[in-house]
């Protein structure tokens, strides 16, 4: 016998599954919005939490920037010789003084401008060739300094300065010798400012070894060094027999050395020199001599 599917039974089961996924959603609509009471609250805990970040943060600040416990209290200088801890303690304190903007006290240790002392030190003491300022915190500045060793003493107008390898004047000479240099002397009587770069290294150089190496080289004793101004690179050697020998720093003393030794061997015997006046080695392949 057949089976008759009656409509009005499916009617009712579609509307019944349709209901029951109205309801599941809207459950899950409800479930997953917050009531309103619970999200005032978070907002408010928001506004809390920002609240006391901000509290913390100007706490840290303050801190940082004011707390006696970071303002700078010592100066170590280390490596300085000739040069008083208490001459760049001063360059240094110059620096600290004040407030940057009218408002953050220079002497923090975090504001202190380091670099800014460098230059202050450098551009003040011109024995000083090198300054690191390294900060330690909390509360102390480390000033590591390179002086300028003098090497040659430079006589210029009735004064002596000291000269270092570079060339540059690093300390005007009041009193008496602080160390045993060659004096080399300035006929054109310049006038000489400390700090100021007066002869190039080369020329220094070759003066040094020039005392280092004379006597041994040819048998003769210096009595004084002479130029006859800073940018001429010649050297006037006035030797104990009372003539003087020009030599270049613009070529090679082992070169001049040479045409000297021939000069002296083959041409001028010691009883000439009595009479001699100079020997010139500072041309090229040429020699010439009075």
């Known amino acids: 016998m057949p089976i008759i599917h009656s409509k009005k039974k499916r009617n009712v089961n579609s509307k019944s599954i349709i209901q029951k996924e109205v309801a599941r959603r809207r459950t ?9 009471r619970d999200s005032r609250r978070a907002r408010g805990l928001r506004v809390v939490y920002f609240g006391l970040s901000v509290v913390f943060a100007c706490v840290i600040f303050y801190v940082l920037l004011f707390s006696e416990a970071l303002m ?23 620096v600290k003084e004040g ?21 202050y030190i450098l551009g003040s003491i011109a024995q000083i060739r090198e300054v690191n300022v390294k900060k330690q915190y909390p509360d102390i500045l480390k000033v590591y300094v390179v002086e300028r060793d ?5 006589e210029s107008a009735g004064k002596k300065y000291y000269l270092d390898i570079d060339g ?3 300390k005007d000479i ?24 007066l002869v190039t290294k080369n020329f220094v150089e070759f003066v040094i070894n020039l005392n280092d190496s004379f006597q041994r080289e040819t048998g003769l004793e ?51 020199r009595k009479n001699l006046e100079y020997i010139d080695l500072r041309i090229k392949d040429k020699m010439f001599y009075k």
């Open 150 to 154: 003098p090497v040659l003493v430079w």
């Open 222 to 272: 210096i009595a004084e060094f002479a130029t006859s101004s800073p940018i001429s690179r010649e050297i006037k050697v006035k030797t104990k027999e009372g003539w003087y020998i020009y030599f270049t720093s613009e070529r090679t003393i082992d070169s001049q050395y040479k045409k000297l030794l021939i000069v002296l061997n083959r041409e001028i015997d010691k009883e000439r």
């Open 174 to 197: 009041s009193g008496d010798l602080e160390f045993s240099l060659p004096i080399i002397k300035d006929e054109s009587n310049g006038g000489i400012t400390p700090k100021e770069k």
């Open 72 to 94: 700078i209290k010592r100066v170590v200088v280390i490596g300085a010789e000739s040069v008083s801890d208490e001459r760049i303690e001063k360059e240094v304190n110059i």
């Open 99 to 119: 407030r940057l903007w009218g408002i953050f006290p220079k002497d923090n240790i975090f504001i202190f401008n380091s670099k800014k002392a460098e230059a």
């Open 168 to 170: 540059v004047i690093s």
């Open 28 to 36: 899950h609509i409800i479930e997953r919005t917050p009531p309103a």
